[in-house]
């Protein structure tokens, strides 16, 4: 099947710092990637949509100049959380999918759990 | 717009247990249904889905029937295991959008 490779999976760091996390599709071209961000004990929650060579679409309430996305390949797209605040502290997961599959499957990354201390 | 609603949690159930967490949906076209499992501090892993009208999907143990008549997509396991503690996750994702809709998630406790 198809594998999507989420690095790091952890990571710390301070206030007022940028963190950059990446999602790689390893056995396939991922012309569509996705963002989520999910709070403790609460479901996941779309924060954009990435489509390779093109600006990311935001889903309304997710600040553009805060999460920078950039899929510059049809295999890797990146997440950067800028000047992270605690508050930015989440998990975050990406999904990519491709023509091919169907048109109605994502294949989802392992996760990156941030923390801004 | 297209939502998923999901039974809320926790479950509490004892091992060998008969498992139900209902899921329903809303959602223009015909989407392709999921459950997706989340253990302890991990991402998600996809457990089964169904992709059209009274398809079955199953991996397991769990099984979980697209009807669309009911527009549900309840999870089901006959015999729960300690091992199967962790959050599920009703999802569907609309044909050609590729964008995948959750429901809350249900956490299941399963106790030896």
């Known amino acids: 099947g198809a594998v999507v490779s989420q690095h790091p999976s952890r990571v710390i760091c301070k206030s007022g710092t940028s963190v950059k996390i990446e999602c790689r599709s390893l056995d396939f071209q991922a012309t569509t990637m996705f963002w989520y961000r999910q709070f403790p004990k609460q479901s996941l929650m779309l924060m954009a949509t990435?489509?390779?060579?093109?600006?990311?679409?935001?889903e309304q309430g997710v600040e553009k100049d805060k999460f920078l996305i950039n899929h510059a390949s049809l295999t890797l797209s990146t997440l950067t959380v800028t000047s992270a605040h605690p508050e930015d502290s989440s998990f975050y997961i990406c999904?990519?999918?491709?023509?091919?599959?169907?048109?109605?499957?994502?294949?989802f990354g392992q996760g990156t759990r941030l923390t801004v201390v | 717009g297209d939502s998923v609603t999901q039974m809320e949690g926790p479950v509490t159930l004892s091992e060998e247990a008969f498992l139900t967490i209902n899921c329903t949906y809303t959602?223009?076209?015909?989407?392709?249904l999921f459950w997706y499992v989340q253990y302890p501090g991990e991402g998600l892993q996809l457990l089964l889905k169904?992709?059209?009208?009274?398809d079955k999907g199953s991996n397991k143990g769990f099984e979980a029937t697209y009807r669309k008549e009911t527009t549900s997509f309840h999870l089901e396991k006959g015999s729960v295991q300690v091992s199967d503690s962790a959050v599920y996750f009703c999802a569907l994702s609309n044909t050609g959008g590729f964008k995948t809709i959750f429901g809350a998630g249900t956490r299941l406790f399963v106790k030896a």
């Open positions: 999904s990519a999918t491709a023509t091919g599959f169907g048109n109605t499957e994502a294949f």
């Open positions: 990435s489509n390779e060579g093109s600006k990311a679409t935001y």
């Open positions: 169904a992709t059209k009208a009274d």
């Open positions: 959602a223009t076209g015909y989407p392709s």
